[in-house]
């Protein structure tokens, strides 16, 4: 007999975790096959550039403004992030990005398969000093 898990949680108050590309991590719910985290950059920050070795992830951009690089397979491009916007980052992306303005940059994220660790994410070149 399968037993269901159902899982129910608030944004908790605190971080719990500094993922690899510096960004503060909120750990909301996770099944077998994906994860849920909420992402905050503080005003005038720039995370790391790194690359996930295996996992796909959606954003929803929900609060906050900023700019995304991102670059696979000779393709790269800059986008405006901003409260409504939602992007991917398919496997083997290369991204990085910065929180502009006066309020933290804050997101929602999927990562499918759930994430695995810290080693996931390779160090990557960005375009800007992180």
Known sequence: MNTVVFQTRMLPERVDEVAPDGSDIRR???TEH????????APGRVSRAVAHRTVDELWYILSGTGELW????????LVALNTG???????GTSF??????SEPLAAVCVTVPPWPGDSEAAPAKGPWAG
């Open 28 to 30: 909301l719910v996770r």
């Open 34 to 41: 994906a994860s849920l985290v909420h992402v905050t950059l």
């Open 96 to 101: 990085q990005f910065r929180a502009l303005g």
């Open 85 to 91: 916007i939602a992007i991917t980052l398919p496997a």
């Open 70 to 77: 991102r670059s696979l397979a000779g393709r790269q491009e």
